[in-house]
């Protein structure tokens, strides 16, 4: 597989859980040796996203292919085959406590390969220099620091020489100095090892660091699909100038800026919606339904009185 063969292809993807569409006929493909940032606000679809494409969730419309393989046709040994293939680092770096660094990496040569124990060792020191965490391979988790374990776990995800490699917020919980030193490191490998490179992630500096490629979601559909410095671009926009965007311009805009104006912020539900989830009133007629609904009995709210009764129950004073 050469540089700039698609190693990830989403065809019209829609995900639902119940009567909620979380996405929405999302296309985007991802290509050999580079490093593509999917990001958008909270509960947009990234993480759904992302499961799809280790084959964790199967699509209730569309396809998703990874590396030629039609993940939703897949029985579970061949689903196993493509997922050697690829490497993940979670969010927390998921190590496992009770065994050193080293032995974290060496786990998965053990669990996928017939190598002889001297090769293991051999290789697990390698992957360590890869991360520059030689040091460490004989201490536990809790003896090192929070980018030390992303670095761990980035060693167990190369562990098998993936084609892919998944970032699930890479610089969560980090120091600005060790988020740079992560962003740094994700940006050498992909150039040394040709890996293409999937980050999740809300930091906006580490995104405009490390992305040859931006994908931006909202509502479950990309926004737009773009190279890095389109959506700088976009980001530097001069503010004397807005008028010459569109809506949709203007979101992507104010999420890039991290603005608290914008039409992101006036999409939400509205003070009014926000005070009567609050009371408990259940507004369900006016909006198709809450994903939780009180399970409190509520007064009428044009009986009089009623919040000298709720205070009253409180204890509260009254005038």
């Known amino acids: ?24 006929g999302l296309n985007m493909d991802v290509r050999q040796g580079e490093i593509v940032v999917v990001m958008g606000g909270s509960g947009c679809g990234k993480s759904t996203t992302l499961r799809h494409m280790i084959g964790a969730l199967t699509p209730d419309e569309g396809s998703v292919r990874v590396l030629g393989q039609d993940l939703a046709s897949l029985d579970e040994a061949g689903m196993n085959e493509v997922r050697k293939q690829f490497g993940i680092l979670f969010q927390s770096g998921a ?14 040569l053990e669990e996928h390969t017939q190598l002889d124990g001297s090769i293991i060792d051999m290789m697990v020191k390698i992957k360590l220099e890869l991360v520059d965490l030689r040091e460490a391979a004989d201490k536990y988790p809790s003896q090192i620091s929070g980018g030390m374990k992303k670095r761990a776990g980035l060693a167990r995800a190369l562990a098998l020489d993936p084609k892919i ?74 503010q004397d100038q807005l008028g010459e965007l569109d809506t949709t311009q203007l979101l992507i805009r104010q999420f890039l ?12 539900p509205g003070e009014q919606a926000y005070a009567d989830d609050l009371l408990g009133v259940d507004h369900s007629k006016l909006t198709g339904g809450r994903s939780v609904q ?9 009986k009089p009185g009623l919040f000298r009764r709720l205070f009253k129950r409180s204890g509260a004073k009254t005038s």
């Open 257 to 268: 800026r991290g603005d608290a104006e914008g039409p992101m912020a006036d999409a939400g």
């Open 95 to 108: 190590l496992f406590n009770s065994m050193t660094v080293s032995d974290n990496v060496a786990l998965v």
């Open 294 to 302: 009180t399970t409190r009995v509520v007064p009428h709210m044009d």
């Open 165 to 238: 490699l998944f970032y699930d917020e890479p610089s969560a919980g980090l120091d600005p100095v060790t988020s740079a030193a992560i962003d740094r490191l994700m940006i050498d490998l992909t150039k040394k090892l040709g890996v293409a490179s999937v980050v999740v992630t809300h930091e906006m500096d580490s995104a405009f660091t490390i992305a040859d490629r931006m994908v931006m979601l909202h509502r479950g559909r990309v926004l737009m699909n773009g190279t890095r410095d389109a959506f700088e671009r976009l980001r530097d926009w001069p």
């Open 1 to 24: 597989m050469s540089a700039g063969d698609v190693v990830i292809e989403i065809r019209d993807l829609v995900k639902r859980f119940g009567n909620q569409t979380v996405l929405d």
